[in-house]
């Protein structure tokens, strides 16, 4: 429950503050950007210096999220990872220079204003501005922590954290990608979601309201002047959209609750591990790293030491084989996601069907050795179980295991159609 709140409710929720907000403080209510804070003869340097270094950072992420190629072209040289290490901490630092010289520059104008020196005070800061500041403290001081702790914290930023702000933007959260990260980690990307749920109700955030208190007013000049917001033919079409988005909500609900729905599911794996590649072109057998299917009820996830096992002496590099040498170093699960799912009320023994019946693995999960990504290919139904029951002779040991041998009269015997065999 709390990955859930931290990791997927509250990214979601501080975007939709940062969009919501912003409309409704400039539709809303007349309001007025309060202006930066000066000192007598010079600009205040304090703020300039903090909100350059944070755009910059903010930028430096932006360009990471969507052109990943480009940083790893930057990455393939020493040089262009010094850079981009050098760069990072220089701009973390004119954030946390720009916030302490801006703290005690509003310290000793408040000492001005009480004093006979002169009456200039600062703009005062409300309790959201206030909060905001701190937490875009804490989130670049924990950013800060993470570069220095753990080496080249960019090279490992695009394999570990981008996946999981790359699934918030596809609408499919993956908490686990983030839960399994060190606590330094998750402190900065939590502190960096609240900070931009803060931003719309600070008087920075009145920038963002700017264009919406531009459109009101025109749209209000509009209006007066047609004595009308919408007409006829406007209304009738909001209303056949509305209906329009209603049928598509309920057939789309009633297609996600038919048999066999989950046909095709092939979701985007923390790392890219091509079955095509392992099990088809080097020939692995799947009981290499599957090798608990034939005494367990589960297949098993094979643990990151048996990837190691080769990748520990093959000098290959890739993003993908980055991403598990930096889970292994920082002594982090993979959370890989499963894709065949059977309901609770189910039982299912790989031992039964691997060992005894001696099944190959593509009788279930179809071509696994020319995927590159793996996809649910059979529907797991009641019925598809059956059918493969039937074709195999797997019946009730009362109707034709009489004239078989011992040992194969109870392997005919673990199956069949008896509901007690799956359902109990």
Not at 239 to 263: D, F, I
Request: charged share 15%; glycine share 8%; with cysteine.
């Amino acid at each position: 429950m709390r990955e859930l709140i931290l990791y997927v409710a509250l990214p979601y929720a501080a975007i939709v503050a940062l969009l919501v907000v912003p409309v409704l403080r400039g539709i809303g209510s007349p309001i007025g950007l309060a202006p930066l804070p000066r000192r007598p003869g010079r600009p205040f340097w304090g703020t300039w210096v903090w909100a350059a270094g944070l755009g910059l950072l903010l930028a430096g992420h932006l360009v990471a999220f969507v052109f990943p190629g480009a940083i790893a072209i930057w990455h393939a040289s020493r040089y262009g990872t010094l850079a981009i290490e050098a760069l990072g901490l220089v701009f973390s630092e004119l954030v946390l220079v720009g916030l302490a010289a801006s703290a005690f520059a509003r310290r000793r104008m408040r000492r001005q204003a009480t004093s006979a020196e002169g009456s200039v005070s600062p703009i005062p800061l409300s309790s959201a501005d206030a909060f905001f500041l701190l937490v875009v403290l804490l989130a670049v001081a924990a950013g800060l922590a993470s570069s220095l702790g753990f080496r080249w914290g960019s090279v490992w930023y695009a394999d570990t954290l981008l996946p999981y702000v790359r699934s918030l933007a596809r609408f499919e959260p993956e908490a686990g990608l983030l839960a399994e990260l060190p606590f330094v980690v998750r402190l900065h990307t939590v502190a960096g979601f609240v900070a931009l749920g803060l931003l719309p109700f600070t008087r920075f955030g009145l920038l963002l309201a700017r264009p919406w208190r531009r459109l009101r007013r025109s749209g209000t000049a509009r209006r007066e002047a047609t004595g009308r917001r919408f007409g006829p033919a406007t209304k009738a079409a909001l209303a056949g959209l509305a209906l329009g988005l209603g049928a598509l909500a309920l057939l789309g609900g009633q297609a996600l609750h038919s048999v066999g729905s989950s046909q095709g599911y092939a979701p985007v794996q923390p790392i890219a591990f091509s079955h095509r590649l392992h099990a088809g072109d080097r020939q692995i057998p799947c009981l290499y790293c599957h090798f608990v299917a034939e005494r367990s009820r589960h297949a098993g996830i094979p643990a990151a030491n048996v990837c190691m096992n080769c990748h520990g002496r093959l000098r290959l590099a890739s993003a993908e084989l980055q991403k598990l040498k930096e889970a292994v170093a920082q002594n982090r699960a993979i959370r890989w996601v499963k894709i065949h799912n059977l309901p609770d009320f189910v039982y299912f023994d790989h031992s039964q069907h691997v060992a005894v019946a001696r099944l190959a693995c593509q009788r279930c999960h179809g071509p696994i050795e020319t995927m590159d990504r793996v996809r649910q290919v059979a529907p797991l139904t009641m019925g598809w179980c059956l059918d493969c029951h039937r074709s195999e002779g797997v019946v009730l040991p009362a109707l034709r295991t009489a004239a078989l041998p011992p040992d194969l009269a109870r392997t005919r015997a673990t199956g069949g159609q008896d509901c007690s065999k799956c359902h109990y």
